[in-house]
Each structure stands twice: as C-alpha cells, then as structure tokens.
C-alpha cells in the first residue's frame, strides 16, 4: 500500500477491540494538558525502572494512524519481556489495544489515532504508558493541514502523498506539517508553503532544483522542509523555482536559465541561494521567469525573464540577470506576476502593468507589448489585484471585480464566449462583496465577505472546485468548504490546482452566568476567525456535575453559532461552579455557570408562602424549597408562619408572613393579617446585613443574626424589647444591638432571647414577667442586653415566654420558668433562677419546644419533659412529664430539633424521624396523625440529611442535604 494511502484514514477501521482512555486534552482544544492515569497493579519487587514512548518523528499526526512504542527497561538498561503495559491518550483518541505485553526486546508496539483531522497544526497531544506501577507520559507535536486543494496532481503537487490523480472538489492535503500554513505559492509542477513558524515546505516536481531540499528522506509527493531557512515572512514562486523574503533580504532557488535567480548567473541553484545586492525588501511576487519585490521605499525591483516582451519593466528586452529597478512607479503597495506580464497597485488605487500584451492582458485598450509600466484604464480606487497566466484582476474597495486579457478558458468571468478577450477591464457580473482574489492559468477564485468563494475559467481537471470538469466562464461556487474559514486563495500563472489555507478556527463559548437546578440555561457556542462566524462546524459539546444538554452535539449556523441549553440536576448544591464543554476538531472551549439551587427541603405548615417552595400549601412529605439559592444554606430558623435561612456566603435569607417586619425587608408592606396578609412566597435577600454573619436564630416574629465578630443584629416583633435596642417599636430591617458585644451563639425564645458571650456567660434581654431570664426578678420586659451570671457557663440555651433551660459546659441541664414540669425535677415548681435538672449528666444537646425540653444523651438516645398534650415528649403518652423521660425506640441519634408542638431527630443512619403535633404534616410522615411515638419523615430517599432546623413557634421543620 502506498504510503500516502496508509496516512489517509481519519478515524481508526471498525472492530479490531479498539479502546479509549482519555488522558490529555492539549492545546490543540485550548485547555491545559491533564494526565489521568490508568491503574496497573504493582508486581512485587519489580524491576522495572525505566518506561519510554515514542512515536516516529516524536509526532502524532491530527489524522492517520501512528505507531506508538512503549519500552520497559530494568535500573540496568536491560530490556524486560512480559510486562504489562496500558496506554492512554488524548480524549479524542483511540488505540488499537490499549494494553498489550511487551515482546523480548521490551517492547509493545500497537497504533494510535488521534482522531482530530483539523487540529491545529503545532499543538500537543500527551500518551501516557502505565507499567508494574509505574508511569510515564510523553507530549508530541500533533502534525496537521490546514489546507485544502483541488485540481490535478500529475507531479505531487498537492502534496497527498502520490504522483497523478486529483480532486475536483477541495481535499485536506496530508497532515505533516508542525505549524500552521500561513501561505502557499505554485510553480508550473511544484508547490511551496510558509509555515507560521518561519520555515518553507515544498512538494511537487523536483527537478532544475526547485524543492530546494533532497527528496531521499520525504519524497516529492509530500511536503517537507527546505533546509537551511528560518524566519521568512514571505514566499513566492517562479515557473521552476521558488523564492523567500528573510529579514528583507531574497533567498531563491530553482530553475535559472533567464538568471531568474537574480544572483548574476544562469546556474540552477538546488538549495536557497541569496540574491546579492538586494536589501529592504516588504514584498516579494513572481511571474514566470520573474522575480519582483517592494522595496521600503516603494519602488518596484524585477529580474530575470526572457525579456523579449519587457516583463522586467526597465524599457529593455534583454534578460536581467541581477535586480533593477522597473521604471516610472513609486509608491507601490502590491506587485503580482502573470506570465509574461505583470501589474503593480500603488498607494491611490491606481493599477499599473507591462510586458506582452498581445492578448489585452497590460489593460491599456491596446495590444501593444508595453517594456515600462503603463496605467490601466478605467480603474480607480482598487483594494487589491492578481493576475494569472494572461488575465488581470482587481478588486475595488466596494468590492466589485474587473478583470482583463484573455478569455481562452472564459477566466475573466463576463459570461462572453469562449476565446474573447478584453483589452480593457471588463466587472465581472453578480459577483459582489470580494475580499480576496487569486488567479491560475486560466481560471480565478474570489473571497467574498461573508466566507463564500466562487471560482471560474478553466475547469478541465476541476481546478475550481465545484465538483465538476466543466469550465464555467461565470462565477461559481466553490464546493467542499463548509465549516473551513478561508484565509488565503493561491494558484500560480502556471498552476492548474488551486490551494485554499485555513485560518485555524477559534471556538468560544457562552453559558448563562447563573442556572437555577432543574431549569433550562442558554448556552451559546460560537466558531469564529477573528469577528467572522464560521458556519457548518460540527460541535460535540459535554457538561459537568451530572448536568443535562438540550443536545450532546450540532453545528454551526451561518452566524457561526450553535444554541442548545444545559439542565443542572435539581439536587445540585447551590453555588457550585458547573462547566460546559464545546469541541471542534480546530478548538475546545469550556465556560462555567454558577448553580442557582436549595439543599433544603421542608415538611409541615405551608401556607402563606411559608415552606419556601412557593406554594401555599402543607406538606406532608419533604419537598424541596424553591432552588433560588447562590450557596449551600447552613442554618435555618422558623418563626409563626415564616422562616429564615442562613447560606454559606453569610447572606440571609426570608420567606412567607410578614408579621410585625420578620422578614427583615422594608420594601415588604407589613402584614395585617388575614386575609389582608403581605409577604413573599419566595425567598429574597434580607438586606442591610453585614456578609459576615455566622449564625441565626429567632422567636415567635423576631430574628437575630450573628456576625464572625460577635456583633448581633434584630429585626421583627418588639412588643417586649427583645430586639435588645432599649426599645419596644417593631423593626422591618435588620438593626445592630447596641451594648452587645464578643456573641459567640445568639439563642432566640418567644419573646426574649439569650447570647452566649466568648467567655461562655449570658446575656439576657426581653419579656421575663415568669422570670424566664433567670435574673431572679419578675420583670414583664428588659429593654437591653443585662447579664445573667447564675446560668454559669453555657453551650446552649432557649425556651418560651414562660420557662428557659440551658446546657452548661460540663454536660449537666438547668432550667427556670413558671409552666407546671419543665423544671424536669418531678414536680410542679417554678423558679426565677436556675436550677439543675435531676439526673442529667454527659448531655450532648438541648432543644427547647413551647413547654417542654429535650436532651440529647450521651448514649445517643433522647430524653424529655414538659407539656404533652399532643405527645410532644414522645414517650407514647399525653399527660405531662415532670422528669425527663426516654423518647420511645430511639436511638443512634446524632443532632435533636425542638419546635412548637414536637420534636426531630437525626439518627446516625440518615434517617430523620419525629413526634408530637401533626395536624399540618409537621412530621412528613405522609399523614396529618399526632404522633406519641418517632414516626420516620418520607421524601428525602436517596439524599444525605446533614441538619434539621426548625424554632419556638415552628409548625414544621427545614431539612438541610
């Protein structure tokens, strides 16, 4: 099989047990180069030391197969047999056998395909080979094309590997080179092309010298680098030879007998050879024996030429074996070579042109040969010009095309009958809107602006690329480009095939900033060169976190756009940072979005917006909150028919009744009531809070907020000053306590509440008319924070408006109050100050409900006392506990909640389970039945409970996952 043939293939054949590991995406897709390796059990003292992959030339081609070696050797450098060796690759790619065993030489040898045909030239594609516990990996230059022929290929030309056939529509040519193409230039039976990287590639005919390379090593058929050159910006090419702008000098090489090497000879040169004398060039152009260049002072230069016809442009018609200057123009800005007759722009727009002119091809109105430069008639204003073999062409700066000379093959494109000819500039019809214009022997092509490109003329080999052999003497359209952004046209004055380069293509990508979980996002891939879309690219596009597309791959539209959406799981954690991929051959581009969702779910009262889900309905199973978070919420507390919630961002959060300004938002009217009530069924941002707060607590209609420095915040009811600010006026925003300083835990109760201080004393403000402040006194209100040294040291602390209970630092329990029992000592006692309950020791947590307590043990069980009408105690009874009591079968528990009516606990299981008052599903037990022993809360199967929040007056409880 040829070897073009074998390097052909763009995907690996079907079968085969080929395999996948992605390990590298590199910077051919614009995104950091990862290794993930796969795992290989170590083998006990083994000896491998050494591991290597290599692929021939260190390259990976973007398409075609490669052979990758891996070899193992011992500390030694002996070759080791029979060890197991797994390769992967990059993302895109396949291997014929991953894994494999190596042979007695220590090797394992299998193919890879990098799967990625329009790869940028230039980048990097990593093989990772795991063996015996080892790894290595290896980075290789991904060889690629971005270029495009079409047309005959009598000498290899094209450069796909093998003399004669062609392509009648355009064909990516071989992926061989290391760096993009940025421009190409053809002889009669030769091709050249610039790399970005500053060297020259030639392919074709190599005879009179003219690849200026040897072709033992890389055959004509195929580029390969001329040697000896670096750093040139510029090529262009001569019927049999080439030539290359270095550093403003000309290097040539080639064919000489008319001295167009311009080295003073009319020796062949088989290697680039620099024209002596020659300096300060800007640009360089050929004809068929020619060589032209623009000086820095824009003049114009030429050499060579059987000069029978002036083509130099020095008024003589002898050869010129070393550059001169072509007489009369200045000011010149492009210079283009035909046959025997070249033409030259200047600064105003004006086109200039001499030599044979016997086909109208100078574009004076005659068919006179003209040896100096003579104006062009009837054209102003023109952007840029070509010429082919024996036509011109220019492009005006409104886009329209003129063209001139002959018309053997109809390549001026006027639509007039074969063989006519034009001495003048004739516009070529119904082509509008060109950018570029190249030319062959007898054919032209146009770049217009938006990314189309029609050709016309000749058409015997399909040259133009339209799928036919039919010369078309009108513009046509190109076919084969769909998806390709085309940067350059090139043919020559003695080319039959025409090359097109690719600008290598940028995919970028657009996600909404933020996607609430469950709901649609826009997400927005683009394919661009520089602001142009380019339509027709196939995109595979993927996302992260278990997210869903609207659609796994499509392709671009004629904006250069494809548009599809990304789903976030609905049980995404809020403010996680999501990521969508998009990935074309030529690119890959990620964008993140932040995921808008709630790790909370709520069971119980549901009316007035007051579950967070926005409906007005009780729930009696755990059902999600409204996914509206920007973080993960940490705590929540729920007052009478509303509820707040901390996130991880240190923002807070409110939702349902606005009674007496709860909600901590002063753009909500206050509520009066029903049904006269005001609110929000949604959460929203309580403002005027510092971004710093730690925790929350509440009572009936008032919320606290700690901050990390230990400064608390009031908001809501304030009948009995437990806002703490020395008042009773109620307060829709958040106001700091004054005289409240160094909080470490704030602990909100009816109608007063409590701060734990970092020294673990209390401060207590509010309604104590029961003594529930544990001052010893009966105040009915404190307006301000005092403090309460009899209740010591303490962890936690809370209650009603009647009885407090708090859990000092050494485990043990002490409460004051006036309610029959929950003092917890066996009778029915009150007390102003506080009191150590019985029996308690080692207690690991207090929940306070409205008239009674539970602990938490250290044995994991739970303990209560109090009021229990409705089996709030949840021992299996309703008559009033006066000691504390075990909560029926429950154990293993790890946190404990208290709320009006009942109780919660979390057992180390994940299970959540509770008892007490029902009536509003408060339990999410799926029934409305009080429960006097745990019943287990449904809905939260498959999620991972982490806290159960509810508060004094809560009808229902917020589960955090």
């Given amino acids: 099989m040829p070897a073009w043939q074998a390097l052909a293939p763009t995907r690996p054949p079907p079968g085969g047990g080929l395999s996948r590991r992605t390990v590298v995406v590199g910077a051919a897709w614009a995104v950091p180069a990862i290794s993930l390796l796969s795992a290989s059990p170590a083998l006990a003292q083994s000896e491998v030391t050494r591991l290597a992959v290599t692929t021939p030339q260190s390259t990976v081609p973007a398409a075609g197969p490669v052979e990758v070696t891996v070899t193992v050797r011992s500390e030694a450098g002996a070759a080791l047999a029979g060890q197991p060796v797994s390769l992967s690759g990059p993302g895109w790619g396949s291997f014929e056998n991953a894994d494999g065993t190596t042979d007695g030489a220590g090797q394992y040898t299998t193919k890879f395909w990098l799967g990625t045909p329009w790869a940028k030239p230039g980048t990097t594609a990593t093989i990772t080979a795991v063996s015996s516990g080892l790894n290595t990996s290896t980075t290789f230059t991904v060889v690629g094309s971005n270029v495009l022929a079409s047309g005959p290929n009598n000498w290899g030309h094209i450069g796909n590997g093998a003399p004669g056939g062609g392509w009648t529509t355009p064909a990516q040519t071989l992926p061989v080179f290391p760096s993009p193409v940025v421009q190409v230039a ?11 990287d500053g060297t020259v590639w030639t392919a074709g005919n190599p005879d009179f010298g003219r690849l200026g390379r040897d072709t033992s090593v890389i055959p004509y058929t195929q580029f390969g680098p001329v040697p000896g050159l670096s750093g040139v910006t510029q090529i262009a090419a001569q019927w049999n030879g080439c030539y290359a702008l270095v550093g403003g000098k000309v290097m040539a090489w080639g064919w000489n007998i008319w001295g167009q090497i311009g080295d003073g000879t009319t020796t062949d040169r088989d290697r680039p050879t620099e024209i002596p004398g020659l300096a300060n060039v800007t640009f360089l152009a050929a004809g ?61 727009g004006a086109v200039w042109s001499w030599g044979a002119n016997d086909l109208g091809q100078v574009g004076d ?108 003497d009108t513009p046509v359209a190109v076919a084969g480009l769909t998806g390709r952004s085309i940067a350059a046209i090139s043919s020559g004055a003695r080319m039959n095939a025409v090359f097109f380069v690719t600008t290598p293509a940028t995919v970028s990508l657009d996600v909404d900033a933020q996607v609430s979980a469950g709901t649609a996002g826009t997400v927005t891939a683009t394919v661009s060169t520089g602001s142009a879309g380019v339509e027709g690219v196939t995109l595979t596009l993927s996302a992260t976190r278990n ?36 990935s074309s051959d030529e690119g890959t581009a990620t ?20 579950g967070g889900d926005g409906a007005e309905s009780d729930h009696t199973a755990a059902t999600q909150s409204s996914r509206v978070f920007p973080s993960p919420v940490v705590q929540v507390y729920t007052g009478y028919i509303f ?81 703490g600010d020395g008042t009773m006026t109620d307060r829709s925003s958040a106001q700091r306590i004054p005289n409240l300083s160094g909080a470490k835990k704030i602990c909100g109760a009816y109608r ?78 009150g007390s102003t100050t506080p009191l150590a309950v019985s029996g308690l020791s080692g207690v690991r947590a207090l929940a306070a409900g409205f008239g009674f307590f539970h602990v938490l043990r250290s044995d994991k069980t739970v303990a209560g006392w109090g009021i229990n009408d409705a089996g709030q105690i949840g021992n299996g009874g309703t008559s009033t506990v006066l000691s504390p009591t075990s909560v029926s079968a429950l154990t293993g528990v790890t946190k404990i909640t208290g709320r009006w009516g009942g109780g919660y606990a979390l057992l180390d299981n994940g299970e959540v389970w509770g008892w007490g008052k029902n009536d509003a599903g408060q339990l999410g037990d799926g029934t409305t039945i009080n429960r006097t022993t745990p019943a287990q809360m449904t809905g939260l199967t498959g999620r991972t409970v982490v806290g159960i929040d509810a508060g004094i007056s809560a009808e229902g409880a917020f589960i955090r996952v």
């Fill in 186 to 196: 053809s002889g009669d039976a030769h091709t050249v092309a610039l790399l970005a």
């Fill in 288 to 348: 068929r024996v020619n060589g032209l260049v623009i000086l820095a002072d824009k003049t114009l230069w030429s050499w060579g030429a059987s000069n029978a016809s002036g083509q130099v442009g020095n008024g003589s018609t002898t050869n010129q074996l070393s550059p001169v200057a072509v007489t009369g123009l200045s000011d010149i800005v492009q210079v283009v070579g035909g046959n025997d007759t070249h033409s030259a722009l200047d600064s105003s």
């Fill in 365 to 472: 109105g005659t068919t006179s040969t003209r040896t100096q430069p003579v104006q062009v008639t009837s054209l102003s204003g023109v952007a840029s010009i070509a010429r082919g073999g024996d036509a011109g062409y220019a492009i005006r700066s409104d886009g329209a095309v003129f063209a001139w000379g002959s018309n053997a093959r109809g390549q001026l494109g006027i639509g007039s009958a074969t063989g006519a000819q034009a001495t003048t500039p004739a516009e070529v019809p119904a082509l509008s809107g060109a950018t570029t214009i190249a030319a062959g022997a007898s054919n032209a092509y146009a770049l217009r602006s938006d990314g189309s490109i029609v050709a016309w003329g000749s058409n015997a080999d399909g040259e133009l690329g339209d799928g036919t052999t039919a010369d078309r």
């Fill in 547 to 582: 997210a869903t597309l609207g659609a796994g791959s499509g392709t671009t539209d004629g904006s250069g756009s494809f548009r599809t959406t990304v789903t976030p799981d609905v049980w995404t954690r809020p403010g996680v940072i999501s990521a969508v991929s998009a």
């Fill in 591 to 610: 964008d993140t979005y932040q995921v808008i969702g709630a790790n909370l779910l709520h069971a119980g009262y549901g009316l007035y917006g007051a």
């Fill in 643 to 723: 509820a707040v919630a901390l996130l991880a961002d240190g923002s807070v959060w409110s939702v349902g009744r606005n009674d007496n300004g709860a909600l901590g938002d002063p753009s909500i009217p206050v509520s009066a009531g029903w049904p006269g009530w005001t609110g929000r069924k949604t959460w929203g941002r309580v403002p005027g809070l510092p971004s710093n707060v730690v925790q929350i607590s509440g009572g009936r209609a008032s919320v606290y907020a700690l901050t990390a420095d230990g400064d608390v915040y009031a908001w809501g009811w304030n009948a009995d000053g437990q806002l």
């Fill in 752 to 829: 007063s509440a409590f701060a734990i201080l970092s020294t673990d004393a209390v401060s207590a403000w509010g309604a104590n008319s029961s003594g529930n402040l544990g001052d010893g006194l009966r105040t009915r209100s404190v307006l301000s924070p005092i403090s309460v040294p009899a209740w010591g040291s303490v962890t936690d602390i809370g209650g009603d408006n009647q009885q407090t209970a708090a859990l000092r630092t050494d485990g043990t329990v002490w409460t004051c109050g006036a309610t029959s029992g929950t003092l917890g000592n066996g009778d029915s006692s």
